[in-house]
Nanobody
Framework: QVQLVESGGGLVQAGGSLRLSCAASGRTFSNYAMGWFRQAPGKEREFVAAISWGGSSTAYADSVKGRFTISKDNAKDTAYLQMNSLKPEDTAVYYC????????????????????WGQGTQVTVSS
């Protein structure tokens, strides 16, 4: 069974940067699109960014477009989320997720596109 472990969260001032990592177990990481979602207190989990299995296509929520960058290193079985120009409204628990289907044509932006989830990492942005 695939395990996803996020790291890199923390406390940062507004305008600062963080890079989240998502390490995946298993030998088929390169075959799957990956996504990042976040959940703030009292709110539903929402899409942040996703990347295709080969890394050539990406998708972003409008709220993070131009500030966040998703990437994946298939040699290291790791996905990343580089977050720049952070705002207090970016405060949330961030989750990485693996797409349900290998070699998916669609990158995936819905919760139910993804079948495996990490435990989450807290990102707090102070004003």
């Amino acid at each position: 069974q695939v395990q996803l472990v996020e790291s890199g969260g923390g406390l940062v001032q507004a305008g600062g940067s963080l890079r989240l990592s998502c390490a995946a177990s298993g030998r088929t990481f390169s075959n799957y699109a990956m996504g990042w979602f976040r959940q703030a207190p009292g709110k539903e989990r929402e899409f942040v960014a996703a990347i295709s299995w080969g890394g050539s296509s990406t998708a972003y929520a409008d709220s993070v477009k131009g500030r966040f960058t998703i990437s994946k290193d298939n040699a290291k079985d790791t996905a990343y989320l580089q977050m720049n120009s952070l705002k207090p409204e970016d405060t949330a628990v961030y989750y990485c997720a693996k797409h349900r289907e290998p070699w998916s044509v669609r990158v995936g932006t819905r919760l139910d596109d993804f079948g495996s989830w990490g435990q989450g990492t807290q990102v707090t942005v102070s004003s």
